[in-house]
């Protein structure tokens, strides 16, 4: 059953009711955005596609840009794909100093299994 085992979800909301893959988009000031997302697409470009703003993407994709630096939310941080040596390199150029928790979302591809995952915007992108 899709939900089980997802306590600490910070968005509130029943996937299995809505069903419409997305991604829960948090901003700075703390405003809730949720977007589309499919399959093999990156979450980057789910974000760019639905206009988030705080979320460029200049480099579209080509890891050169750190423009798409979110922070994945604790509570979905070990169910994304684990950075490649590429990606911390590049988060170093980050407008933003990176956390733990810090990703290019150019290189999270979406699936079903982090459908209704929790990013959050750094307050810069460049
Ligand atoms: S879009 Fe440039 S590094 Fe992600």
Redesign the pocket.
């Known amino acids: 059953m899709r939900g089980t085992g997802q306590r600490g979800r910070s968005d509130g909301t029943n996937r299995a009711e809505k069903g419409v893959p997305e991604v829960i988009f948090i901003h700075p000031d703390g405003r809730r955005e949720a977007v589309p997302a499919e399959d093999g697409q990156?979450i980057?470009q789910a974000a760019t596609n639905a206009g988030v703003d705080g979320v460029?993407?200049?480099?579209?994709?080509?890891?050169?840009?750190?423009?798409?630096h979110v922070f994945v939310d604790e509570a979905w941080a070990s169910r994304a794909p684990p950075r490649s040596d590429l990606e911390e390199d590049?988060l170093d150029a980050a407008a933003v100093e990176p956390t733990r928790f810090s990703r290019?979302?150019?290189?999270i591809k979406f699936a079903p299994d982090i459908d209704g995952i929790v990013v959050r915007i750094p307050t810069m992108q460049r």
């Open positions: 990156s980057m460029i993407g200049e480099c579209g994709g080509s890891l050169s840009c750190a423009t798409c590049m290019l979302s150019c290189q």
